[in-house]
Structures are given as C-alpha cells and as structure tokens.
C-alpha cells in the first residue's frame, strides 16, 4: 500500500489523511474483495491465437495433422517396432 501511490477517500468520495491503520484497514478491503470476486483472467494466448488462427488456417491445420501422425506414429511404434503412416 505504500509502494503503490493509493489516495484514500471517505464515504462522501472526499480525499482522506492517510494513516497507518487507515492502510491496513484499505488492505484488508482489497484483500477481501480479492478473494470474494477473484482477479479476471487477461486471457493473452487465446486472444492471440483468435488472432491468427484465421491468417494461418491452412498451414495451422496441417501442421496439426502431422503433429497428431507423428503422435501416432510415435506410440504405435513402441508396439509392434514397425509402422508405415502416411
């Protein structure tokens, strides 16, 4: 609370003194209302990827075919030694 440059306000809104217990007691309110509402997500990796899903689209998909193949390709190996995945 001190390293943050937050002014105090009564209940009229109205700047106040601040004090120490005054900054505890708005810790206390922040705190709790913290954990009551929780902090929203800012959701950067799905925005971005919203993003250029549609300018990448065709390589995006392939490349997630063949990374799927390989996956495949990589566990039935280990079964049998042998797999031809085209």
């Not at 925005?47 to 990374?67: C, H, M, Q, S, Y």
């Amino acid at each position: 609370m001190k390293a943050k440059p937050i002014r105090l306000r009564d209940k009229d809104g109205q700047f106040i003194k601040q004090t120490e217990a005054r900054l505890n007691s708005a810790a206390f309110m922040i705190g709790r209302a913290i954990k009551k509402n929780g902090i929203p997500g800012l959701f950067y990796y799905t925005k971005a990827l919203l993003e250029t899903i549609p300018k990448w689209r065709n390589i995006f998909g392939t490349a997630v075919i063949a990374d799927f193949l390989n996956q495949l390709k990589a566990q039935l190996k280990g079964r049998d030694g042998n797999i031809d995945i085209q």
